[in-house]
């Protein structure tokens, strides 16, 4: 009776053994995505092994409707990721083409089959030179004028169009270079204009991911200050702009698989001069001027220094800095705010996250690091 018992203990043992081993080695890994931008580092810099994938900005199509030739500087950084992939066998290495400011001629090269096999011929002909992993398409914005952009309202159904021939030529040159299955994503808007001007539901079947740009909710070109990427909805002030979580929220509703939406968080933040002083700046007109740099100036020189006090809205989830004798206004987020951000991802099994940009963060990698403690792969 002893020895079946005995025996009987033992096998509930192993049972545990097993399936904590299994939960272990089946726990979900989620993605860090990096941009990395033209200058601001080296390869000494680039901690790899806390990116699951780097996308180098930017490429940009040039008028004829193909990519520029990449420049000394861009061969030199895209050489340096591969030898620091190389190091780092798991890590991804993307280009992104367009950002804003550099998609002007998306319209153009959407347009037609033609114009868009030229477009992916010349985006395949950088991939293989450099042997990269897959490609970013960063189109600020289908049908919106952006940054002096031709438009025209076929962008929307073009931009499917573009994604779908383009994960067609990937597939066919991963064939035949033997390479496993080049990557394709979209670095995307969040705003209602956006979802508007953009065939979400089209678009993502041909995507790997879709890095959503939740930031910069408020930015630069507003006249009233506001949280840039807030995870939920300020219980201050007016809200006419989508918090982090409804942005997510409505491109799950528009039939994106949570698992291909990765969150973006800003390594920057935006500010704005002569702002009232009511509500400590939050959701004030601005008189004034807008100003924007990295996480580590900010940290050196603004928070809870030169005059300017650290707030933290307990609805949004995100601080912000407010100067009553400058009265100047700064939103950003920090490593506090990353964590309620990661917090929502894991709860809601979203692809990971990402961020821009790394040389912004680059001084101590304060957030890269509390970014690669909370995911926890």
């Known amino acids: 009776m002893k020895l079946k018992k005995y025996c009987l203990l033992i096998t509930v043992?192993?049972?545990?053994?097993?399936?904590?081993?299994?939960?272990?080695?089946t726990k979900k890994k989620y993605m860090i995505v990096g941009y990395v931008g033209v200058k601001g580092w080296t390869g000494k810099d680039?901690?790899?092994g806390q990116m699951t994938h780097v996308i180098y900005a930017f490429a940009h199509l040039i008028e004829t409707g193909v990519l520029a030739p990449a420049s000394v500087k861009d061969s030199t950084n895209l050489i340096t990721l591969d030898s620091v992939r190389t190091a780092n066998p798991g890590m991804k290495v993307l280009i992104s083409v367009g950002g804003w400011g550099g998609c002007r001629f998306f319209s153009d090269a959407s347009l037609t089959d033609s114009s868009r096999a030229r477009f992916i011929n010349s985006a395949l002909a950088l991939i293989t030179k450099f042997k990269l992993d897959g490609i970013d398409i960063d189109w600020e914005y289908p049908g919106q004028i952006g940054a002096n952009n031709i438009f025209r309202p076929v962008d929307k159904e073009n931009f499917t169009l573009l994604m779908r021939d383009f994960r067609a030529a990937l597939n066919k040159q991963a064939a035949t270079d033997h390479h496993g299955k080049y990557l394709l994503t979209a670095a995307t808007g969040v705003d209602t204009a956006y979802m508007s001007h953009t065939d979400v539901a089209g678009m993502q079947r041909y995507v790997d991911?879709?890095?959503?740009?939740?930031y910069d909710i408020y930015n630069g070109n507003d006249h009233v200050t506001g949280h840039q990427s807030p995870l939920y909805q300020s219980a201050i002030g007016k809200q006419e702009?989508?918090?982090?979580a409804e942005a997510i929220e409505n491109y799950i509703a528009q039939g994106v698989p949570a698992d291909k939406i990765v969150m973006g968080l800003p390594f920057y933040c935006r500010g704005w001069t002569e702002v009232n002083d009511v509500d400590k700046g939050l959701y004030q007109p601005s008189a004034g001027h807008h100003i924007s740099f990295s996480y580590d100036s900010l940290a050196n020189g603004y928070i809870n220094k030169n005059g300017y006090k650290y707030y933290w809205d307990k609805n949004a989830k995100v601080p912000y800095l407010w100067n009553p004798e400058l009265h100047t206004f700064i939103t950003y987020n920090d490593e506090r705010a990353f964590k309620y951000?990661?917090?929502?991802?894991?709860?809601?099994q979203l692809g990971g996250v990402m961020f821009w940009e790394y040389s912004l963060d680059i001084k101590n990698q304060v957030l890269l690091n509390k970014v690669d403690e909370l995911v926890g792969n």
Request: aromatic share 8%; proline share 0%; glycine share 0%.
């Open 13 to 25: 043992m192993l049972m545990l053994l097993y399936t904590s081993s299994h939960a272990q080695t």
């Open 46 to 48: 680039i901690k790899a």
């Open 209 to 214: 991911f879709i890095n959503l740009m939740t």
């Open 241 to 244: 702009r989508v918090s982090t």
């Open 341 to 348: 951000k990661v917090q929502y991802m894991k709860k809601h």
